[in-house]
């Protein structure tokens, strides 16, 4: 952190007036009543010219943090391991004398498997409908934890929910229901709605849990060289999702395994390996159930969050946008909800909640406000996994499956997670650059558009050279039915995988660190479920752009959307600057003795 700016020493206690303005950065800075010698709260003896001026480093990651990377892995591997051939299962048919759409052995050179044979529109409707169930479902799982049973509990039962899912997926694969069409897509759908609503309950609660493991305060250690550092609880929850997101995506890696076993043995065989991989998690969940930290459920916090949102907005509509929007960045807009507005008169009975969860709920809305520009992202992203796919069919395979490409993205942040961890951000700390959270993601939304525009460019190429030299290059065959490729080799499409990779990174790990560290803990997971949620937005933007969606239009598709990544870079900085000249300040927020928030240190509005 800079030497003009300093963090806030305490926050005052809510007042029976709480002042509802949210201050302004430069006013915090030019405040003189904070001082150096002062302790930073929550923390162990650190004084704010010691957080200012020494070398903030990861604490230990304790073992049942492992663990949950452990269950996070397998659960991964079962999902990315049918996602992954999603696409040639539902679009392409089965191939000539295959009845659980394997590839004959004489022509797994350049053959591709299949199964429905439903079509590029159709499959990319199916496949981003599973993406819209799959994330839309965390606000299940958040409210499931938080009302009844917490977040150990949730993941477990909806683990059990998960495997039945893939049971029935095993089923809907197998050459008996093949041959029976109708039935087969039936059980397909059913598959994908019931994991859909087992994996999105489990993501909305995996991802604190894991931080939760980690309950340490920042504190000063002298290392072996003599250099006296300051343990980050800040710098370790990166840490830890840096490494959570390594198992995410080593558990993509292990799904490589699909494209192989799809081809070779069949769609049943290919299913089964992740079914068998979900068994894993109940069991170890269970070994390690006495160790871990478990959060309580603590009521209707998503609800009642809700609840309170409503209230406040309900007065402030109008029918001119332009007044609505003022009333929103009103400093009055939370006094509807706040029981100390109604000191005159009657509480309303559906004011269930105190003056601190009001602060808390405004604190989350400022949190989720970053996640409201990540559709954006997303749609880039969301191009790697079929679309790319479907270019990577019409290329010269030369014996690779032209679903295995994709897995590309992963194996890239395998082997990068590591370099960023240990190299590139203690290397930028060192030299006190401040690559924050929010410069992070801008700087992700950047490297996707980035991705995107490579696409753009190699599908311009793609259509040049197809041996049909027309717009669908995909569905290009010879007299026999036989596919006829584009000479460039399929390797190519590597580039936008790598950089959407790099961009996940910067964005899309940075985004689980922001709606853990910004949330106050009681509303962990109901941010947590906003994150996730807006995958399941990005989806339905999807849905409506299907009609365009289609290989013809693929070129100008992909350049669509990565000026639309960059626009929104841009704009997400401008409006987030204060938020992220505020960090540390939003960091220490909650920290103390008391949850919640705290008037004194209440985050810039936007």
């Not at 089923?171 to 709605?193: E, M, N, Q, R």
């Not at 604190?208 to 060289?225: C, D, F, H």
């Not at 996994?385 to 032209?402: F, I, K």
């Not at 599908?459 to 040049?464: D, M, N, R, T, V």
Request: charged share 15%.
């Amino acid at each position: 952190m800079s030497d003009e700016k300093k963090p806030l020493e305490t926050a005052a206690p809510v007042s029976a007036e709480p002042r509802h303005s949210l201050e302004k950065v430069s006013s915090i800075e030019k405040d003189k009543s904070f001082d150096d010698s002062n302790i930073v709260e929550g923390s162990e003896g650190v004084t704010y010219e010691e957080l200012r001026t020494l070398r903030q480093v990861a604490d230990r990651l304790p073992w049942q943090s492992w663990v949950v990377v452990f269950v996070e892995f397998a659960e991964r591997w079962t999902y990315y391991g049918t996602v992954n051939v999603y696409n040639n299962f539902i679009r392409f048919p089965l191939p000539p004398g295959s009845t659980n759409g394997s590839v004959p052995r004489e022509d797994r050179l350049e053959g591709v498997a299949g199964a429905l044979g439903l079509g590029v529109q159709k499959s990319f409707a199916i496949r981003t409908f599973a993406s819209f169930f799959t994330y839309i479902t965390p606000l299940v799982g958040a409210i499931i934890a938080d009302v009844y049973w917490g977040r150990f509990k949730t993941i477990v039962v909806f683990s059990i929910v998960t495997i039945i899912g893939h049971v029935i997926l095993v089923i809907a694969s197998s050459p008996a229901v093949l041959a029976k069409g109708d039935t087969a897509l039936g059980l397909l759908i059913l598959s994908i709605v019931i994991n859909g609503l087992g994996t999105g309950a489990i993501k909305s609660n995996v991802s604190p849990l894991v931080a939760e493991q980690y309950t340490g305060k920042m504190r000063k250690e002298i290392l072996a060289s003599g250099e006296v550092v300051i343990k980050s609880p800040a710098i370790t929850v990166q840490s830890i999702y840096l490494w959570f997101y390594l198992a995410i995506n080593l558990g993509s890696c292990g799904a490589i395994s699909a494209s192989f076993l799809a081809r070779d043995n069949g769609y049943w065989v290919a299913f089964l390996v992740p079914t068998c991989i979900m068994f894993l998690v109940p069991g170890v969940l269970a070994a390690a159930k006495p160790h871990y930290i478990k959060t309580p459920p603590r009521g209707s916090i998503l609800l009642e969050t809700f609840r309170v949102i409503g209230l406040c907005l309900g007065p402030a509509l109008s029918i001119n946008p332009v007044q609505t929007v003022r009333n929103i960045r009103s400093p009055h807009f939370w006094n509807p909800a706040k029981p100390s507005t109604y000191t005159d008169r009657e509480l309303p009975a559906k004011i269930t909640w105190d003056e601190q969860f009001v602060g808390e709920v405004s604190r989350t809305v400022n949190a989720v406000k970053v996640f409201f520009f990540f559709p954006a992202y997303w749609i880039c992203y969301s191009q790697i996994d079929g679309n790319l796919g479907t270019m990577a069919g019409a290329m010269t395979l030369r014996g690779t499956p032209n679903d295995l490409i994709q897995n590309l993205n992963p194996i890239t942040l395998v082997v990068l997670i590591p370099f960023f961890d240990f190299l590139i951000y203690p290397t930028l700390r060192k030299y006190n650059i401040r690559f924050t959270p929010l410069k992070r993601i801008t700087v992700g939304f950047m490297v996707a558009g980035l991705g995107m525009v490579w696409a753009a460019v190699l599908q311009h190429y793609l259509y040049k050279t197809s041996p049909c030299q027309d717009f669908e290059p995909s569905e290009c065959r010879d007299d026999k039915d036989q596919p006829l490729h584009s000479p460039l080799n399929v390797w190519i499409v590597s580039g936008p995988y790598i950089l959407v990779a790099i961009s996940e990174i910067f964005a899309s790990i940075t985004s689980l660190e922001y709606a853990f560290t910004k949330a106050p803990k009681r509303m962990k997971s109901v941010v947590m479920a906003f994150s996730q949620i807006q995958t399941a937005f990005s989806s339905a933007i999807n849905l409506a752009l299907a009609s365009v969606n289609v290989e013809p239009k693929f070129q100008h598709l992909f350049t669509s959307v990565a000026v639309v990544s960059w626009v929104v870079a841009g704009i997400f900085f401008w409006l987030f600057k204060e938020l992220d000249d505020a960090e540390e300040q939003l960091n220490a927020i909650g920290s103390g003795e008391r949850e919640g928030f705290k008037d004194e240190a209440k985050p810039p509005t936007v």
